[in-house]
C-alpha cells in the first residue's frame, strides 16, 4: 500500500504497520526496517499490536501481494521502478548463481545444489548466498548481473523489484508448487522479461513429518538440467555433469524423507 505516497498532497506523518503474524517479535525486523531505507522512505513506523485511535487514517488499496497481485498493479509497479533501490550502485560480476545450499536443515531444498555450484562457478558464476549479505549488498548484485541463474525461492522476489528486461534470468525449480508461479509472474510484471524455467526434477522429496511444499527436496536430473542450462545460453560446452547417486541422495535428505513420485521434467 505504499505506492501511495507518491500521490498524496501532503506526506502523512507516519506509517501504521500490522505484523501478518501475531507471533512475531514487537517492532519491525531488520529485513522490514531495510526494505523500507529502499524505498527511502524515511517517514516514522509504527508498529500497532493493538487497538489504536488514529487522527486521520488513510488506507490505499493493496498494490501487491500473494497470488494474482502478485503481478502488481501499475501504481506499485511504478513507484517501485522510481524508488526501489536508486541509491545502490551495481556492483559485482556479470554472472550470479542464487543459492539456497546454506539456508539449513529445516528448509526446502535442491539436492546436489553445491555440485551445481561448483559446475556455475567454474563457467564464471559468483555463488551468491543472500541471508549472508544486507539488503543494500544484495541490490547492488542484482543490478550488476547481467545472466542470473536461481534455486526457486523467495530470494527472486527481491530481484524482481531491482531487476530489469535487459537481465536473462533462469529459475530452477525445487518443487511442485503454485508459489513457483508467484514467483515467475512477480519476474515477468516487474522486469519486463520471462524467465526460463529450467524444469529438471526426476523425484520430489517430502519431509516424513509435513506436507508443506515450501519443505520438499528437489531431485535434479543433474546432466539434464546442464543440457537446458546450455540450450538456453546460460552456460557453455564442457564435460557433462555426473548424475546423483542414491548415495549422494541418502546423505543430503537424511532417513525423515519419502518420494512422492512427482517429477517436474517438461
Do not use: C
Amino acid at each position: 500500500r505504499l505506492w501511495a505516497l507518491d500521490h498524496l498532497e501532503t506526506p502523512p506523518d507516519g506509517i501504521l504497520y500490522i505484523h501478518r503474524r501475531e507471533s512475531q517479535d514487537a517492532g519491525l525486523n531488520r529485513f522490514q526496517s531495510a526494505f523500507f531505507v529502499a524505498l527511502g522512505i524515511d517517514l516514522p513506523v509504527r508498529v500497532v499490536e493493538d487497538s489504536a485511535r488514529v487522527e486521520t487514517l488513510l488506507v490505499p488499496g493493496q498494490g501487491f501481494g500473494l497470488g494474482e497481485i502478485s503481478a502488481g498493479t501499475k501504481s506499485f509497479r511504478d513507484f517501485v521502478h522510481a524508488r526501489f533501490g536508486r541509491d545502490v550502485a551495481p556492483e559485482g560480476g556479470g554472472r550470479l548463481y542464487i543459492s539456497r545450499s546454506r539456508l539449513g536443515t529445516n528448509r526446502g531444498k535442491l539436492l546436489g545444489e553445491e555440485r551445481i555450484e561448483q559446475e556455475l562457478a567454474a563457467q564464471g558464476y559468483e555463488i551468491f548466498h543472500p541471508q549472508h549479505h544486507d539488503m543494500a549488498t544484495q541490490i547492488a548484485r542484482y543490478k550488476a548481473a547481467k545472466q542470473v541463474v536461481a534455486s526457486e525461492g523467495s530470494a527472486l522476489h527481491l530481484f524482481a523489484f531491482a531487476g530489469r528486461s535487459d537481465q536473462s534470468v533462469a529459475l530452477i525449480p525445487r518443487r511442485r508448487s503454485p508459489a513457483t508461479a508467484h514467483i515467475i509472474r512477480h519476474l515477468e510484471s516487474f522486469t519486463g522479461r520471462t524467465p526460463t524455467v529450467i524444469n529438471a526434477l526426476r523425484e520430489v522429496w517430502q519431509p516424513t513429518s509435513s506436507k508443506r511444499k515450501r519443505l520438499a527436496a528437489g531431485e535434479p536430473d543433474l546432466p539434464l538440467l546442464q543440457a537446458r542450462l546450455r540450450a538456453a545460453g546460460f552456460i557453455g560446452d564442457g564435460p557433462t555433469w555426473a548424475p546423483l547417486t542414491e548415495d549422494d541422495i541418502r546423505a543430503a535428505l537424511g532417513p525423515n524423507h519419502r518420494p512422492t513420485g512427482e517429477t517436474l521434467l517438461d
